[in-house]
C-alpha cells in the first residue's frame, strides 16, 4: 500500500507515467523483493503505479487532450482526481488481498518446514521516526500545493503555472540536494529541453495533421461514416474504446490522443458524451497501453531498473492491474460524478 501511495503521489507531481516507475521502482521494487513479495507482483505494482502520472494532474497526457479536444484544462485536471483515487483504492485493495495470500503461504511453509519468510517479519517504528520522516515529504507536497493553488485559485494560467511548476521544482532541486552550479544544473536543462522539444514537434505535427485531415473533410467522413451506423450510445463508445485499447498495442498515449482526437471526438460529443469525462475515460484506457505487450512502455522501464526480473514475470505483474483499470472504466462509465464532480463544483 506504501508503494502504490507513493506512486500516486510522486505521479501527481510529475505527470509523467515511466517517470514514477523509474523514482518509486528503483527503490521500491529492492525493498518489496527485500520483505518477501515475488519480484512479479513487485514489478508489477510499481509499473500500474505509475501509470498514475496520465492522470492526476499535472497530467502531460491530459494537457494534449486539452488542446486536441479544444476543453478547459482546469476541467480536466480536476476531473482526473477522482478516477485516479479509485485506481489507487483498486490497486491497493489488490495490494492488500496479494498480501494475505502470499502471508498465508508464507505460513504454510513455516508450519511444514520451519523456514521463516521475511513476509512475516513485523517492524515497529516509533512516533519520533514516523516524525522524522515527514519533511522527506513535504517538497512534493510545497510543489503540488503550489501548482494548484495557482491554477485553480485564478492567480495563473495553465501555461503560466506550467512555468510556475518548472520554477518551483528548480528551487526545491537547489535547495533539497543542494544543486545550486551550474555544473549541477545543466543535465536538468538538458533534459528539460530534449523532453520540451519532443513534444513541440510532436504537438505541432499534430496540429497540421488535424488540419490537413479537417481541410480533406477525412474527419468529417470518418465521423459521418461512424454517425451513419446509427449505433446506441453506449455500443459507440465501447468501440472507441475497444479501438484505443489496441491502439495500444503499438503507440504511446500521446500518439493515440493526437492522431484520433479529430476522428474519434465529433461522434461522441454528437452521442451526447461530455468531453471531459471521454477524456478521462480515455486516459485510463490509454494506462492500459503503458502496461500490457508488446509496446508497454512502463514494462521496459522497470525491466531496465531491475533487469534481473524477467519480461515474463513483469508482464504477469501487471496482467491483474489491467483488469483492475478495465473494471475502473465500468465504474466510470456507470458513476460519471466520480470525474465530473468536482469540476462541476469548482465551475459551475
Known amino acids: ?17 515511466p517517470a514514477t516507475c523509474s523514482a518509486i521502482g528503483s527503490s521500491g521494487i529492492p525493498e518489496m523483493r527485500r520483505r518477501g513479495y515475488s519480484p512479479g507482483f513487485a514489478a508489477g505494482l510499481v509499473a500500474a503505479g505509475g501509470t498514475l502520472g496520465i492522470l492526476l494532474p499535472p497530467s502531460i497526457v491530459l494537457i494534449l487532450y486539452a488542446v486536441a479536444a479544444e476543453q478547459s484544462l482546469g476541467r480536466l485536471f480536476l476531473a482526473g ?12 485493495a489488490y495490494a492488500m488481498l496479494h498480501w494475505t495470500k502470499e502471508h ?62 518548472a520554477v518551483l521544482a528548480l528551487l526545491l532541486i537547489a535547495v533539497v540536494y543542494g544543486a545550486w552550479g551550474l555544473s549541477d544544473l545543466k543535465p536538468i536543462f538538458l533534459g528539460t529541453l ?9 504537438i ?45 498495442f503499438f503507440l504511446p498515449p500521446v500518439s493515440i490522443i493526437l492522431m484520433t482526437a479529430p476522428i474519434l471526438l465529433p461522434p461522441l460529443k454528437a452521442a451526447g458524451f461530455d468531453l471531459i469525462w471521454f477524456g478521462v475515460v480515455m486516459a485510463v484506457v490509454m494506462e492500459m497501453g503503458l502496461i500490457h505487450p508488446p509496446v508497454g512502455l512502463n514494462i521496459f522501464v522497470i525491466n531496465r531498473i531491475a533487469p ?8 504477469w505483474g501487471t496482467l491483474p492491474f489491467v483488469a483492475l483499470m478495465a473494471v475502473a472504466v465500468v465504474i466510470l462509465s456507470v458513476f460519471p460524478g466520480i470525474a465530473m464532480w468536482l469540476p462541476n463544483l469548482v465551475y459551475g
Open 1 to 17: 500500500m506504501a508503494v502504490v501511495l507513493a506512486c500516486g503521489l510522486f505521479a501527481a507531481m510529475a505527470g509523467s507515467s
Open 81 to 92: 482526481i477522482g478516477p485516479g483515487v479509485l485506481l489507487v483504492v483498486l490497486f491497493a
Open 104 to 165: 498465508t503461504r508464507a505460513l504454510a511453509v513455516r508450519r511444514d518446514t520451519g523456514r521463516e519468510s521475511e513476509l512475516l517479519r513485523v517492524e515497529h517504528f516509533t512516533f519520533s521516526q514516523k516524525l522524522a520522516a515527514l519533511p522527506r515529504v513535504l517538497p512534493f507536497l510545497v510543489l503540488l500545493g503550489g501548482v494548484m493553488i495557482a491554477l485553480y485559485g485564478g492567480i495563473a494560467t495553465p501555461s503560466e503555472t506550467a512555468g510556475l511548476g
Open 194 to 202: 530534449g523532453e520540451s522539444g519532443m513534444l513541440l514537434m510532436i
Open 204 to 248: 505541432g505535427m499534430s496540429l497540421l495533421y488535424s488540419y490537413v485531415m479537417s481541410y480533406l473533410h477525412i474527419s468529417q467522413s470518418a465521423a459521418g461514416w461512424i454517425v451513419g451506423l446509427q449505433l446506441s450510445k453506449w455500443l459507440l463508445l465501447t468501440a472507441m474504446l475497444l479501438l484505443v485499447v489496441v491502439l495500444g
Open 308 to 315: 534481473d526480473i524477467g519480461l515474463g514475470a513483469i508482464i
